[in-house]
Each structure stands twice: as structure tokens, then as C-alpha cells.
Nanobody, 135 residues
Framework: AQLVESGGGVVQAGGSLRLSCAAS????????IGWFRQAPGKDLEGVSC????????YYADTVKGRLTISRDTAKNSVYLQMSGLRPEDTGVYYC?????????????????????????????WGQGIQVTVSS
């Protein structure tokens, strides 16, 4: 099982990027998907989460209104559309998948994303992709 991110790069402030996360070796059905980022010298930050079917989408306050997460079941992929990018959005972005079938104490997928789960509650991770926003 593997996750692969793509779509990163260098963009000027105010610009847009769309990150993709593709799964191989398993299907995203039955998984909640999160996007995390890590800026130089900072901790890993959860920026967005999308629940399994009809689970809804959630965003960190720092990105709300500028990022949109979506999933395409047919393509077994999850996307993070980023617009209005700022220099502080610079970092390595990771996608991660958390199985809904493991007992984690959440009511449903929406509750999982709403509670901003820790990175340790995700089962699979991508290798990360760099996003650099220049001022």
C-alpha cells in the first residue's frame, strides 16, 4: 500500500496549486484522508481532512476559505486545491489515510475529521511534496 503526492512546486504569493494524492495497492473507499504540512523548523500541521463517503470536509483555520479538499473515487485519488497562497503556506505537504474500520473512538467519519486527529491515527502516508510560495 502506498500514497503518492504530486502537483507541488514554486508559486508566487496569491497563486494557486492543486495537489494530488493517489493510492496504489488499496482503494480509498473506507478511509478518511488528511492533508498535513510541515514548514521548516515547525511541527507537522493538519490542514484538511475529508471523511469517507459523505463524511464532509474540514479545514484548519489558517487555510479556511483558501483550500478545498475533494476526492474522486473512480480515480482513487484525493485532491487539495490551494488558492490565495501565502509565503507561510510554504512547506512539505503530506497526504495520509486512516481506515474507518479500526476502532479509534470516533462516532463516524465526520467526527474523525472534526476532532482533528493526531498523525498517529493515520495508517498510510505519502512521501511528501514541496510547496514553496514566494513573496
Amino acid at each position: 500500500a502506498q500514497l503518492v503526492e504530486s502537483g507541488g512546486g514554486v508559486v508566487q504569493a496569491g497563486g494557486s496549486l492543486r495537489l494530488s494524492c493517489a493510492a496504489s495497492g488499496f482503494t480509498f473507499g473506507g478511509y478518511n484522508i488528511g492533508w498535513f504540512r510541515q514548514a521548516p523548523g515547525k511541527d507537522l500541521e493538519g490542514v484538511s481532512c475529508i471523511g469517507d463517503i459523505d463524511g464532509g470536509a474540514y479545514y484548519a483555520d489558517t487555510v479556511k476559505g483558501r483550500l478545498t479538499i475533494s476526492r474522486d473515487t473512480a480515480k482513487n485519488s484525493v485532491y487539495l486545491q490551494m488558492s490565495g497562497l501565502r509565503p507561510e503556506d510554504t512547506g512539505v505537504y503530506y497526504c495520509a489515510a486512516s481506515s474507518v474500520w479500526l476502532p479509534r473512538g470516533y462516532i463516524d467519519s465526520a467526527d474523525f475529521c472534526r476532532q482533528r486527529p493526531q498523525p498517529s491515527e493515520y495508517d498510510y502516508w505519502g512521501q511528501g511534496i514541496q510547496v514553496t510560495v514566494s513573496s
